[in-house]
């Protein structure tokens, strides 16, 4: 028997998230271990038992999805697909620059969101019919970071110090210097207060 993948499903709509439970329930490849509807308490579920892939809405009512995607694939690379409601064409072009695997929309098929598991689980990125219209052409960032150095990025944009970081990201403090370092590289910056301006010029942000 095949191991079932561990889906943990993130959305403030009780009725979303019994829809979702009851499209996986008929997959026996699929689990749904978890439902919650507050982003504060996904870092914590998902350190407290095993979570294969998380479906986020980036619209939550306690705090920006788009930062609990930032912590979590931060800090645990996890595999993330965004669910949404609203069609924010730059939201969503952020959530995939910082390593989102698949977005869908709420007014697609429920199949969409299952093939966005599977392509998501199987490494590849997904992006729905409906979604690609709004995105228009997704385009890949001129320079390659990688999801922890995305994730460090997006909290110093947002003014955070190296120990805040440190503490979101659940890394030691001199492994989020060894990463700004090499932003600093990549970016081609003589010094920290470059970054996000030159991470803003490349659109990475």
């Known amino acids: 028997m095949t191991a079932k993948h561990n889906i943990l499903i993130v959305d403030d709509h009780a009725i979303t998230r019994s829809g979702i439970k009851l499209l996986f ?3 026996d490849r699929y689990a749904v271990v978890g ?3 507050r982003g504060a308490m ?3 579920f998902v350190q407290s038992q095993p979570v294969d892939l998380v479906i986020l809405d980036l ?3 306690d705090v920006r999805g788009i930062n ?3 912590e979590i694939i931060g800090s645990r690379d996890m595999t993330v697909i ?3 409601g609203e069609t924010v064409p730059g939201e969503i072009d952020y959530a995939l620059k910082l390593g989102a695997r698949a977005v869908v929309s709420k007014a697609d098929p429920p199949d969409q969101i299952v093939a966005a598991c599977d392509a998501a689980l199987a490494g590849d990125i997904f992006v729905s019919a409906h979604m690609r219209e709004a995105l228009g052409k997704f385009q890949q960032p001129p320079v390659a970071l990688s999801s922890r150095q995305m994730a460090i990025l997006h909290y110093l944009a947002q003014g955070e110090s190296n120990k805040e970081i440190a503490y979101r990201l659940a890394i030691a403090q001199p492994t989020v210097s060894f990463h700004i ?3 600093r590289r ?3 910056v003589a010094n920290n207060r470059k970054i996000v301006e030159r991470a803003q010029e490349l659109g990475l942000l």
């Open 25 to 27: 329930t008929g997959l």
């Open 35 to 37: 439902t919650l509807d």
């Open 186 to 188: 990549k970016l081609d």
């Open 181 to 183: 370092a090499e932003l």
């Open 82 to 84: 965004i669910l949404t």
């Open 68 to 70: 609990v995607l930032a």
């Open 59 to 61: 619209n939550l009512p």
């Open 42 to 44: 996904v870092n914590a």
